[in-house]
């Protein structure tokens, strides 16, 4: 459905892409990451036909998206960032005007629109001026709009910026009901987000792709910690220099840290681990140094440090951010 390479975008000096490439197939509802100004906007601009990029391809269902924009346009849905919309207008007037402006035939309008407003709830709002309308209506009309003519891709911008908690469960359920028949490509900062609402994430950061994986796996390939709580098998004291020694030696594991016990006799610590499983040689590795496990946890690293970690942290911004790996 999406198929983008190489793709570079300056703005004068400043360099926005450096290179973006990634495919998305038909039916997946990917999460769009990355820290501010990492270039998120700027890959959806240009699949949207809005920019130009410098150099590079993207082309939507095998259309190219500067060649030929006006046909990869009508095969998308685009909620912008920040979402603007006719504030003065009336929501059903305002749903017309675009239904005219993406071109749905006269003929299949009223339908397109009764469906749109029927998926976005906006039933109960159709009279009012939308300037009238909380953050979370507006959204619903946004993505109203970009559903009229009833697009295979969307691309949703931020859809849940702004947004009361109780909007953003709302918009998300929206979304993933969406998700069901179409294909989405949906920016956010809210990790939970992506847990929640998507198949795949791709992260950015500093106008280059960093990671690309399910959310779960992108978790799991940064692996984790396991604490354990260990006593004496024999009943021998336990010298808790030795028993490191022996964590230390466990494959997998790449350092050693005390934890909690659990009582005397006993000794606690955390390990952690890169991408392997060292569960198994960790149980081996006690068996053969007479030791008994008495407790095993292990914890995978959670999708926010994974973001921090790819992104260079807090500071990710592309004028004073590390380069990412
Ligand atoms: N019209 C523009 N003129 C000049 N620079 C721009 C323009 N639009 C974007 N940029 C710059 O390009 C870089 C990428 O911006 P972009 O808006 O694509 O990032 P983003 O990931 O969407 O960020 P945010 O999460 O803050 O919306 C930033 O450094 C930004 O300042």
Do not use: W
Request: glycine content about 10%.
């Amino acid at each position: 459905m999406i198929r983008i390479e190489g793709l570079t975008k300056s703005y004068g000096n400043a360099l926005a892409l450096r290179g973006v490439s990634f495919q998305v197939p038909r039916g997946q509802v990917v999460g769009f990451l990355g820290p501010n100004g990492a270039g998120k906007s700027t890959t959806m601009k240009i699949l949207s036909g809005f920019v130009t990029p410098t150099s590079g391809t993207a082309h939507i269902n095998g259309i190219d998206v500067v060649e030929d924009s006006v046909v990869s346009r009508r095969l998308i849905g685009y909620l912008p960032e920040n979402n603007p919309l006719y504030e003065e207008m009336m929501v059903l007037d305002y749903l017309e005007f675009a239904a005219d402006v993406r071109g749905v035939p006269r003929i299949r309008r009223k339908e397109r629109i009764r469906s749109a407003v029927e998926r976005c709830g906006l039933g109960s709002v159709l009279g009012k001026d939308i300037q009238q309308l909380s953050k979370g209506y507006r959204q619903r009309v946004g993505i109203a709009q970009a559903i009229l003519h009833e697009p295979d891709l969307l691309i949703l911008d931020e859809p849940t910026s702004g947004l009361d908690p109780n909007q953003i469960v709302e918009i998300r359920n929206l979304i993933r009901d969406l998700g069901r028949e179409k294909t989405v490509l949906l920016s956010t900062h809210i990790l939970s987000e992506v847990q929640s609402t998507c198949s795949r994430v791709l992260i950015i950061s500093d106008g280059r792709v960093v990671a690309d994986d399910s959310p779960e796996q992108l978790s799991t390939a940064q692996g984790g910690t396991v604490t354990v709580v260990l006593a004496s098998r024999s009943g021998a004291a336990l010298e808790p220099g030795q028993v490191r020694t022996v964590l230390e030696a466990v494959p997998g594991v790449t350092r050693v840290e005390p934890g909690e016990a659990e009582g005397s006799g006993t000794l606690g610590f955390r390990l952690r681990y890169g991408q392997e499983d060292i569960r198994r040689a960790l149980f081996e590795a006690s068996v053969r140094h007479d030791l008994c496990l008495l407790e095993v946890k292990r914890q995978h690293v959670s999708l926010e440090e994974t973001f921090r970690k790819l992104t260079g942290g807090e500071a990710a911004n592309p004028e004073t951010a590390p380069r990412a790996a």
